[in-house]
């Protein structure tokens, strides 16, 4: 691990001493943010910036470490140990150690979620977490003091405490305050975070809690066996009588299996709604998920809305096309992860017309189940089109402010008009390759594992090695959707946590040598039998990173009506 966190390290520090070197005022939204932690430092917590949207937990944190700075100064260390005062630079601090907590907090999920067998390459997983926390648009705030690392360091360590809970099989009651206290603090850095502490774990711990039949139904259902999994009326009717999933592995997976599981879920949902018994049980697991949403509907009627301040800028609205900007936003920062499936675009469309069918034989995959349809192609693309029409939203914000790439983005984007539809079937390219990628390598067979209360199903997250499958797929789409297509403004920043999420999911591909074989460094272990995205994926972020913050630092301008006052570009 020290060689992982070491290649962390020499980015972090590089860019937080330029960042303290050219930038000695607060900039932008750092104004607010750096003023309010100042006022709580000084003890002033009755005072609120009326601007400010988003929780104080930030703040607090600051507050927190300056009670360390000062303990320090005390036993007469000045800032040896380590400078988290309330000055700039001390509260940009702040930001640069949660980007290294975050990578522990991602390592520990892939080593909670991980098979035992995989954990004999946990370097594997310290790469795969290095390349998360250098994700362009979170990294860059690591010397800004900003929100947006502690609030995805926060939903990470909810998380990481949920696999792990279920994996050690914590006692109800130590899970449940475990995921009640780190959810509360979660919300207390930003209100999204709602969904991703009760959403998608609540969704995860569904799943398993309604798939409780026996295995040789599950097998019948995904051969397509007659009476099973034939037909749509057959699955449902298996899984209202047998309490059965129809939960294929994303691999093996057409897009009608994503309505066949849906289907699949909600039948095995009502049945066991006709339980009074299942119903209380699920009632109690899903408890920690039930007291953190009944708290924030409780803050919202308080407070007379979710933002704290500048409530008329931040409306919530139906905002759709959200789902489309999601797609070739991860696409661009993840195309190492993705390339194989963007390079069979060409034999894709090659393999629709008839004459060009036997390039299906040469592809890479050899997955019958690879390339979507053309008719489900042109429909996708026809939806696609639709919601840019009926529900495309230009926030002021958007096109107003020149200093983020947004506005160059969208600028683009919206003329000519025709653009906008253009980009359509791009959607659906990066779609349908970012959720081929989770199905990427072969199922995980073993669903279920002995517990102290006998054979259950393990639950359904991916493990980092193995294709996830169609019900994480869901839920993970379905949360994403909850905090997106509500705001109507574009950000690079709200795309963060479904980004993280999908990727933390993509599974790896193992080396085949063990630590035995493998201890001595060499061209094959490092490369052939190593994922060798991973180190496309490491050059390409440290690459975006390096450019945007040279752009930051050194390509200012100035308004006209601000000549003296240098503007910068940023996420």
Known sequence: MAATLGALLVPLSSWFLAVNRTVTEPYLDEVFHVRQAQVYCRGRFDVWDPKITTPPGLYLLSYAASGLERLQEKMGLGHQLLALDCSLTGLRAINAVGVLLLFFAVRSSYLHRAPAAALEHRGLFEHSALNVVLF?????????????????????????????????????????????????????????????????????????????????????????????????YNIAKTSWKMGVIYDPPIRDAWVDDFALTTVSITACLLRLLTQPKRVIKLFITLGPYLVLAASFAAFIIWNGGVVLGDKSNHVATLHAPQMLYLWPFVAFFSWPMLYPYLLLTPVMLLTWLPVFGALEAVQLFKRSRLLPRLSLALIAASVACAVIWGNTIVHPFTLADNRHYIFYAFRRLLRPWWVRYAASPIYVLC????????????????????????????????DG????????????????????ITAPLVEPRYFILP???????????????????????????????????????????LFVNAVTGYIFLYWGFAWPQEPDKVQRFMW
């Open 499 to 541: 980004w993280m999420f999908w990727r933390m999911h993509v599974p790896l591909r193992i080396p085949v040598w063990t630590s035995a074989k493998g201890s001595k460094w060499s061209y094959k272990t490092l490369w052939e039998d190593y994922d060798h995205r991973l180190w496309f994926e490491t050059a390409w972020l």
């Open 431 to 462: 779609c349908w390759a970012c959720t081929q990628v989770l199905g990427a390598e072969p199922a995980d067979t073993q669903i279920f594992a002995e517990t102290m209360h006998g054979v259950s199903r393990k639950i359904p997250i991916p």
């Open 136 to 232: 362009p648009p979170l990294f860059f705030f690591s010397a800004l003091y900003y929100t947006d690392v502690w609030s995805a360091l926060s939903v990470v360590a909810s998380y990481a405490f949920l696999s792990k809970a279920y994996r050690d099989e914590y006692g109800y009651w130590l899970r449940t305050l475990g995921l009640v206290a780190l959810g509360l603090v979660s919300l207390m850095f930003r209100q999204t975070n709602i969904f991703w502490i009760t959403a998608l774990p609540a969704g995860i711990v569904l799943v398993k809690e309604l798939d409780c039949g026996h295995q040789a139904i599950r097998d019948s259902m995904h051969r397509k066996a007659e009476g099973f999994g034939d037909t749509l």
């Open 465 to 484: 090695q193995h294709s996830a499958r169609i019900s994480f797929g869901l839920v993970l789409v379905a949360t994403s959707i909850l905090q997106l």
